[in-house]
């Protein structure tokens, strides 16, 4: 089992710009197709990106594509969102997730927390209005 481990989140004004890391280890990580979700208080875990173990492929949701951005780096055992343009309503604690495939549901844009099996422990992003 993958372990999962956020880091670059803060505080930001409106229209700024984050990268968030999310860095692997205890498995090779390039078996693995990986995702960011986020949740903001009171609201369901929500699905925003995710991509396939070569970063071929890349999944987003309406609200954030021409914004945010998804990569990876095999070597690094690493995976990145590059947040930029953001919005109050980003505001969000950000999770990495792990898993061996994409499920249709990701590919459709109606992913949900369980179509992937590993997580990190979450990481603060705040957007100040």
């Known amino acids: 089992q993958v372990q999962l481990a956020e880091s670059g989140g803060g505080l930001v004004q409106t229209g700024g710009s984050l990268r968030l890391s999310c860095k692997a280890s205890?498995?090779?990580?390039?078996?693995?197709?990986m995702a960011w979700f986020r949740q903001a208080p009171g609201k369901e875990r929500e699905f925003v990106v995710a991509?396939?173990?070569?970063?071929?492929?890349?999944y987003y949701i309406d609200s954030v594509k021409g914004r945010f951005t998804i990569s990876r780096d095999n070597d690094k055992n690493t995976v990145y969102l590059q947040m930029n343009s953001l919005k109050p309503e980003d505001t969000a604690v950000y999770y990495c997730?792990?898993?061996?495939?994409?499920?249709?549901?990701?590919?459709?844009?109606?992913?949900?927390?369980?179509?992937?099996?590993?997580w990190g422990q979450g990481t603060q992003v705040t957007v100040s209005s």
């Open positions: 997730a792990a898993d061996h495939s994409l499920t249709t549901a990701v590919v459709t844009g109606v992913a949900g927390p369980g179509d992937f099996g590993s």
């Open positions: 205890g498995d090779t990580f390039s078996k693995y197709a």
């Open positions: 991509t396939t173990w070569s970063g071929g492929s890349r």
